[in-house]
């Protein structure tokens, strides 16, 4: 998991007590949703969002752990169950290198898994009172996360013609949910308004950089490396930033497109879209976009948090730009 870096070494405990805390949650009287639960939770994960929002929290030293803990579960549970449901979507078979729930159990008890996840998630705000500024923020996100996949759905195997589009999608899919763990992280410290934003901004920022990496990886890396088949989001019609600027840059481009357009796409034409991408340089510039966006995040960390929480902030910016998995 890219929290056992040691950039996350001053929440060690929390993170600890949190994995606790997620397989206690998923603890249910019917068997069959236990072993579902337990499953999903041992398939690891990363644990960016509630590892970010803990950090966050440490940007004040008066926070209690009871109060705050509850709240980290419920981000992670919430990330959790929408990839219970983007698995259906996609009707993938692994994730993180496991089986999904969906080629376990199947796509009905697994969507209701979800659903389930969602209610824990949500059940642990309202116990813990923490008041509608943060109920709101966590309904907003489950909000992105919905549109994110439906027009990912509707709008997939086209290759839009701005780059923006591209960027709004990644914004309500992966940056907005970070962007907000970092801000309920900094709310809980009795940050300032100020300070908050700023946090706010930050995990905007490692988030568009995070999901733009994601996208490379698919192109460049191993299928053992990145836990999915190499190439697996122009299987699927979800178009990224490097196939967007082929498509703009590329003598291939119409080449590119029909083989994007077409859902029963061969190994050989996948193979080939891949090959003109790189060829472009789109990777390249897919690493540029990466780059913008992890300056902008270390320039906005404030200067009035704990040195430790900000040289923690500072190095999860740079190694999200260096990972490769």
Same mark, same amino acid.
């Given at each position: 998991?890219?929290?056992?870096?040691?950039?996350?070494?001053? *929440?060690?405990? $929390? &993170? %600890?007590?949190? /994995?606790? #805390?997620?397989?206690?949650?998923?603890? +249910?009287?019917? =068997?069959?949703?236990?072993?579902?639960?337990?499953?999903?939770?041992?398939?690891?994960?990363?644990?960016?969002?509630?590892?970010?929002?803990?950090?966050?929290?440490?940007?004040?030293?008066?926070?209690?752990?009871?109060?705050?803990?509850?709240?980290?579960?419920?981000?992670?549970?919430?990330?959790?169950?929408?990839?219970?449901?983007?698995?259906?979507?996609?009707?993938?078979?692994?994730?993180?290198?496991?089986?999904?729930?969906?080629?376990?159990?199947?796509?009905?008890?697994?969507?209701?898994?979800?659903?389930?996840?969602?209610?824990?998630?949500?059940?642990?705000?309202?116990?813990?009172?923490?008041?509608?500024?943060?109920?709101?923020?966590?309904?907003? *996100?489950?909000? $992105? &996360? %919905?549109?994110? /996949?439906? #027009?990912?759905?509707?709008?997939?195997? +086209?290759?839009? =013609?701005?780059?923006?589009?591209?960027?709004?999608?990644?914004?309500?899919?992966?940056?907005?949910?970070?962007?907000?763990?970092?801000?309920?992280?900094?709310?809980?410290?009795?940050?300032?308004?100020?300070?908050?934003?700023?946090?706010?901004?930050?995990?905007?920022?490692?988030?568009?950089?995070?999901?733009?990496?994601?996208?490379?990886?698919?192109?460049?890396?191993?299928?053992?490396?990145?836990?999915?088949?190499?190439?697996?989001?122009?299987?699927?019609?979800?178009?990224?930033?490097?196939?967007?600027?082929?498509?703009?840059?590329?003598?291939?481009?119409?080449?590119?497109?029909?083989?994007?357009?077409?859902?029963?796409?061969?190994?050989?034409?996948?193979?080939?879209?891949?090959?003109?991408?790189?060829?472009?340089?789109?990777?390249?510039?897919?690493?540029?976009?990466?780059?913008?966006?992890?300056?902008?995040?270390?320039?906005?960390?404030?200067?009035?948090?704990?040195?430790?929480?900000?040289?923690?902030?500072?190095?999860?910016?740079?190694?999200?730009?260096?990972?490769?998995?």
């Amino acid at each position: 998991m890219l929290t056992t870096n040691k950039m996350f070494y001053i *929440i060690k405990k $929390d &993170l %600890s007590s949190l /994995e606790d #805390l997620l397989y206690e949650t998923v603890e +249910s009287p019917v =068997e069959l949703i236990t072993d579902i639960g337990r499953h999903l939770i041992s398939s690891g994960g990363k644990r960016i969002r509630p590892a970010l929002y803990i950090l966050a929290t440490k940007s004040s030293d008066n926070v209690d752990k009871n109060y705050s803990m509850p709240l980290a579960m419920a981000i992670e549970m919430i990330h959790t169950a929408s990839l219970v449901h983007d698995d259906v979507l996609d009707n993938a078979a692994t994730r993180r290198g496991s089986a999904t729930a969906n080629a376990k159990w199947g796509n009905n008890i697994a969507v209701l898994t979800g659903d389930y996840l969602f209610a824990k998630a949500f059940a642990a705000i309202a116990k813990n009172d923490y008041g509608p500024r943060i109920s709101e923020l966590l309904a907003s *996100i489950v909000c $992105d &996360l %919905s549109e994110g /996949e439906i #027009l990912q759905n509707h709008f997939g195997y +086209s290759i839009p =013609e701005d780059f923006d589009v591209y960027y709004d999608r990644i914004a309500k899919k992966t940056a907005n949910f970070i962007a907000v763990s970092c801000e309920l992280g900094a709310i809980v410290a009795k940050q300032p308004e100020e300070n908050i934003k700023a946090l706010r901004e930050y995990g905007y920022c490692i988030g568009m950089a995070f999901q733009i990496v994601d996208d490379i990886l698919d192109l460049t890396s191993s299928s053992k490396k990145i836990g999915k088949p190499a190439g697996n989001d122009i299987l699927q019609g979800v178009i990224t930033l490097p196939v967007i600027y082929a498509y703009k840059h590329s003598s291939n481009a119409e080449e590119l497109k029909n083989i994007i357009e077409n859902r029963q796409m061969t190994h050989e034409d996948l193979t080939r879209a891949i090959d003109i991408v790189k060829q472009s340089d789109g990777i390249e510039f897919a690493k540029t976009k990466v780059t913008e966006f992890l300056n902008r995040a270390h320039a906005i960390i404030p200067n009035d948090i704990p040195e430790s929480v900000h040289k923690s902030f500072d190095a999860i910016a740079d190694f999200i730009g260096k990972r490769d998995y």
